[in-house]
DNA sequence: TATAATATGGTCAAGAAAAGTCAAAGTCAG
DNA sequence: CTGACTTTGACTTTTCTTGACCATATTATA
């Protein structure tokens, strides 16, 4: 039941994306804006808020002449331990839960050793140079980054 | 999915390359401009963007009658990965070029396709949420600290 | 040989062609 | 009537295209 321009333009691209069978959708965000009578912003918005990677969707977009709005369906497993892991993680971090956190990941297996020493290298907080509330919370963002990219099993 | 002629350029001068099976292709620039209806800069433009060192090409060139422009495909040195890519790239790198980065790290097989995802998703300006003279600071120390791990596990 | 003409490629800045951001205003269910 | 979600549009940023002018190498000519 979409009663607004957001649902059916939702609606649509996902449409668009079980069709092409490949999982994929490149639009004109100029163009799409004008087959559905609204302003380009409003696909932005369609965007951030219902084709986020929690959604399973990765899109990525390029300005400028030829420019695209690309997005790409990742099959998120929902049973995985990284994303309860990612869901618990809050948004401050210290370097000993890391640590703690990418052992674990390690021994059971979700990332390989050469993984986890990189994000345990690159999560030092001598890295990380800056001051303390912000840099706990740079570190959980990071991990957050990481573990997207390994609850979404692609290709 | 080339949307515009940088594009188009920059993927004939890729497959030529391939092609040719020497990493080098040579090319005069008023005949490539001929060859695809544009300005001669507009291969100035594909070059400048496309084929810089960071993206592991060397570009050289000669002027006057008999001029070309002739780019090669160089691979880092397994001996000097870290010096190499630090010497060139200082300690500040932007998003756009440890893109270039990972991608060719990827494509030379220092790194697994894994590995340049969750890179470049921790890389990104969005998550490294700190304004700009540090941002760029902080993507290089963790590039960086990734880096050392790469090297250190020279299999 | 010195000089002029010709043949290349290089630089840079203006403008166009996208997409992104953000906050104010609108809508609607509870 | 309040809070969450949606719509809009002014402004920003990035990327691409074009063209005028510059620099350099080779070739023809005086």
């Not at 990612?86 to 703690?100: C, H, V």
Request: glycine share 6%; charged share 30%; net charge neutral.
């Amino acid at each position: 039941m979409p009663n607004n321009i957001s649902d059916i333009i939702e609606q649509y691209l996902k449409r668009i994306l079980e069709e092409s069978g490949l999982d994929m959708v490149e639009i004109q965000r100029s163009e799409l804006a004008e087959q559905f009578h609204c302003v380009p912003s409003q696909i932005n918005y369609v965007i951030s808020t219902r084709f986020t990677i929690d959604h399973g969707y990765i899109v990525e977009s390029k300005r400028g002449g030829g420019g695209y709005i690309r997005i790409r369906r990742v099959k998120l497993d929902r049973e995985h331990l990284v994303l309860e892991v990612l869901r618990s993680l809050g948004d401050q971090i210290n370097q000993a839960t890391s640590e703690a956190l990418l052992e674990r990941l390690y021994r059971e297996n979700w990332i390989t050793r050469r993984e986890a020493q990189m994000l345990q290298n690159m999560l030092r907080r001598e890295v990380l140079a800056v001051d303390l509330p912000l840099r706990d919370q740079l570190r959980a963002k990071l991990l957050y980054g990481a573990l997207q990219v390994i609850a979404a099993h692609r290709d």
